[in-house]
């Protein structure tokens, strides 16, 4: 059985499909493309796919992951040109890699996010920041399904800086860009945590909603800061690995006659 690990995208409008949404696209856009999928057992066997980490309905994200195991070998390359051109635009197939190692799910442990802040100076947005980086702790309230939950933002952003807005952006509007890498701890600390967050020890308050893109996700690097690529190690195996039989058989296989 052969795993197949995929990043996908949610630009545009289509941030506001929902996970269960995405779900149902990526089934049709497997039996579109004639994936030749491993199924579950028991009484209603499901494809084997595996989902990590998606992010909230109603965000952007250049970095989502998945997996899916298949009963007969593919090319991942090719896999990924099928497999998108059966997804809607903005749910774009952008990566895959041949599975060589475990725990992807493992090496998920922070995001870059991107917040766009329309309406906020960039002075405001500066004032705030440092407020919050400052703090010890900064708590914020989220309604769960188990009621209303008090949790501590600060403790699992890693950075916090402020940006100019696109030049492309007329100068009459104030906008705000804040770039954040955001470890994944239990409970997980959203975007939006830290908005409620930088309100509370700055009194920043955007007129209206920000626009959330998750840039990256992956393992962090402690030495660096930086969110590495999750798929990097399933490269790195794939080039070591030896050659398959196949082909070593055709390096091997004397040369015809001239012609």
Request: aromatic share 4%; with cysteine; hydrophobic share 40%.
């Amino acid at each position: 059985m052969q795993r197949i690990r995929l990043r996908y995208t949610k630009r545009g409008r289509l941030r506001f499909t929902s996970h269960r949404d995405f779900q149902r696209a990526f089934e049709r856009a497997l039996r579109r493309s004639e994936v030749p999928m491993a199924y579950s057992a028991g009484f209603t066997p499901h494809p084997r796919v595996s989902y990590a980490n998606a992010a909230p309905t109603g965000t952007g994200s250049e970095a989502e992951y998945l997996e899916i195991a298949l009963a007969e070998p593919r090319d991942p390359a090719m896999l990924r040109e099928l497999l998108d051109e059966s997804m809607p635009v903005g749910l774009d197939i952008v990566d895959a890699v041949e599975a060589r190692t475990s725990g992807l799910a493992e090496r998920l442990t922070a995001s870059v996010w991107e917040l766009r802040l329309d309406g906020v100076d960039l002075a405001d947005a500066e004032r705030a920041v440092t407020a919050f980086l400052d703090a010890e702790t900064v708590e914020v309230q989220r309604r769960t399904k188990n009621g209303i939950r008090t949790f501590d933002t600060r403790s699992a952003v890693v950075s916090l800086e402020a940006h100019p807005a696109p030049v492309d952006r007329p100068l009459d509007n104030a906008c705000a860009i804040l770039r954040l890498v955001v470890r994944h701890l239990t409970p997980a600390v959203r975007p939006d945590d830290v908005l409620s967050g930088l309100q509370a020890v700055a009194d920043l308050a955007p007129p209206v909603p920000a626009a959330v893109t998750r840039l990256a996700q992956g393992l962090f690097d402690e030495e660096s800061g930086t969110v590495t690529d999750p798929l990097a190690p399933d490269r790195e195996a794939v080039t070591a690995a030896p050659p398959t039989a196949a082909v070593a058989a055709d390096a091997k296989a004397p040369e015809g006659p001239a012609a």
